[in-house]
């Protein structure tokens, strides 16, 4: 079955950096798009990242824009979220989820397959 597990979350210093994994199995990985999310307690999940099946055309939400970065290497079924310059307002739980396709939307009704998550705090 579907399975995604992320790794690489932990506490940083505001300004900061942190670089999260989520290692896919189960599927085709090279055919579906993959995104990063987040949620914050007492918050809805939101959309942080996405990436095209095939590794192009990253798209961000505006306030990590510039700050994050996520790429995929489709031969080790694994999608990156490289974080910089952490602000306090980045903590949160970071989910990577298995797009329905292989384009890449940020809306998480998109994407049918979560992992467990990997908690991000940053402190100022």
């Known amino acids: 079955q579907v399975r995604l597990v992320e790794s690489g979350g932990g506490l940083a210093q505001a300004g900061g950096s942190l670089t999260l994994s989520c290692e896919a199995s189960?599927?085709?990985?090279?055919?579906?798009?993959m995104g990063w999310f987040r949620q914050a307690p007492g918050k809805e999940r939101e959309f942080v990242a996405t990436?095209?099946?095939?590794?192009?055309?990253?798209y961000y939400e505006a306030s990590v824009k510039g700050r994050f970065s996520i790429s995929r290497d489709n031969t080790r079924n694994t999608v990156y979220l490289q974080m910089n310059n952490l602000r306090p307002e980045d903590t949160g739980l970071y989910y990577c989820?298995?797009?329905?396709?292989?384009?890449?939307?940020?809306?998480?009704?998109?994407?049918?397959?979560w992992g467990q998550g990997t908690q991000v705090t940053v402190s100022s």
């Open positions: 189960g599927f085709t990985f090279s055919t579906y798009a």
């Open positions: 990436i095209y099946s095939h590794g192009g055309s990253p």
């Open positions: 989820g298995k797009g329905l396709f292989g384009s890449a939307n940020t809306l998480a009704i998109a994407y049918d397959a």
